[in-house]
């Protein structure tokens, strides 16, 4: 829901009145929308159950403009089906090849017959959820029949076209003099440590493993790597947690306004993206939240990071934890250093990865589908008729 709130931000921010709708798979929402959104949603179903879902879903949306967020099945896939029936037009975001997990373009499903079948026909067939990459992959056709495409990063805008809108931060509340690092730190059992902080979920693509092995490297034994909040645990923490108990500590997940606060307790953050599609195809958003709150970043040369921490930050190649270890090293002997370049980056979130900046690149797409005219079959023929009484 991150993306969905950011946008819904950028938004409001434009004096434009959102709610956010959709199908709800599972028992809570997380981050939970802050008061200023509205949030109506159906209980999202496996087929045929999702049939019943939909129809719910499409008489809810009764915007001017339709923005979906992810070209899946639940979001583009409704947000067309919308668009054929009432011509609204239909924006589209896209901040992850969601295909990437699945071999990306050499996924491809060939089932025999008795394993279609079998995915069809039976209770817990594949094909009966929704988020199968089957789908997936047949959305991402559609992506060219939304109005306007919305991209995260360089690498989405190569393969899926459209208009480059990155992560932003209310630089506003995400404000380093709003916070006393000391007392965030003491506020969130840290102030024995210093610490090296993770904002997300754990994943393999995203080099933790590699900052774990420099510290072992380093063997420094006030440093911990501290991992917060992230999506419903898959075992991959719980793997880390086994492996280097010693260097890992583990924040529970916190509401998007408290996260400042919670960041203010790093001395660096962390952001050790591996070189693999997934990670290339994705804006970190922990990337902004050290930027904001003027924190020295150590991140990898791996998508857009170069580009969007330009000189603001600390790099070394992925896969690289003795350059990790050597940079980190580096960070913690020249404290003046780091602190001048978190300034920077700061400074370069304000100009570059705002709220505001980003508001200055939606503003004129949301301007221009309001802006166009509405259409629809009836109309077409009314026009082709009068032409032709007119020759």
């Known amino acids: 829901m991150t993306r969905v709130y950011l946008i819904s931000q950028i ?25 200023s959104l509205t949030l109506s949603t159906v209980p ?49 975001d896209i901040d992850d090849w969601e295909l990437s997990w699945f071999g990306g373009d050499r996924y491809a499903y060939r089932p025999t017959i008795k394993q279609l079948a079998r995915d069809v026909l039976k209770s817990n067939g594949a094909l009966r959820d929704l988020e199968h990459p089957f789908y997936i992959s047949q959305v991402e056709r559609w992506v060219s029949q939304a109005d306007v495409v919305t991209v995260n990063n360089h690498f989405l805008q190569q393969k899926f076209g459209g208009h480059y809108l990155p992560n932003s931060k209310d630089t506003d509340i995400f404000d380093p003099a709003r916070f006393d690092p000391e007392a965030s ?19 393999p693509h995203k080099g933790l493993e590699d900052v774990l092995v420099a510290l072992d490297k380093l063997n ?54 591996r070189d693999t599609p997934t990670a290339k195809a994705q804006f970190p958003i922990k990337l902004t939240d050290g930027m904001a709150m003027a924190k020295p970043i150590l991140s990898t040369t791996v998508g857009d990071i170069p580009k969007i921490l330009g000189d603001a ?38 100009k570059c990865y705002s709220v505001d900046a980003m508001a200055e690149t939606l503003g004129p797409l949301i301007q221009q589908c309001l802006k166009r005219p509405p259409r629809n079959q009836l109309g077409y023929k009314q026009n082709y008729r009068r032409m032709e009484s007119d020759r």
């Open 11 to 35: 938004l409001q921010r434009l004096g434009h009145t959102v709610e956010i709708v959709g199908c709800q798979f599972g028992d809570a929402i997380y981050p939970p929308p802050p008061e």
């Open 44 to 92: 999202g179903q496996r087929l045929p159950g999702f049939l019943r879902a939909a129809t719910a879903l499409l008489n809810k949306i009764q915007g001017d403009v339709i923005y979906a967020i992810k070209p899946r099945p639940t979001s583009l896939g409704i947000g067309l089906l919308k668009k054929f029936y009432t011509r609204r037009p239909v924006l589209l």
């Open 185 to 203: 730190r003491h506020t969130y059992g840290l102030s024995d440590y210093r610490v090296l902080m993770f904002p997300g979920t754990a994943r």
């Open 220 to 273: 420094q034994p006030d440093l911990r790597l501290v991992i917060v909040g992230g999506r419903k645990p898959d075992g991959y923490e719980d793997e880390l947690m086994a492996r280097w108990p010693q260097w890992l500590i583990k924040l529970p997940r916190f509401p998007l306004d408290q996260m400042a606060g919670v960041v203010a307790a790093a001395h660096v953050v962390v952001v050790p993206q």
């Open 313 to 350: 930050g600390y790099l070394v190649p992925p896969h690289a934890p003795e350059q990790l270890a050597e940079m980190l090293q580096t960070i913690l002997n020249n404290p003046e250093q780091a602190a001048s370049r978190g300034r920077l980056a700061r400074d370069r979130c304000v």
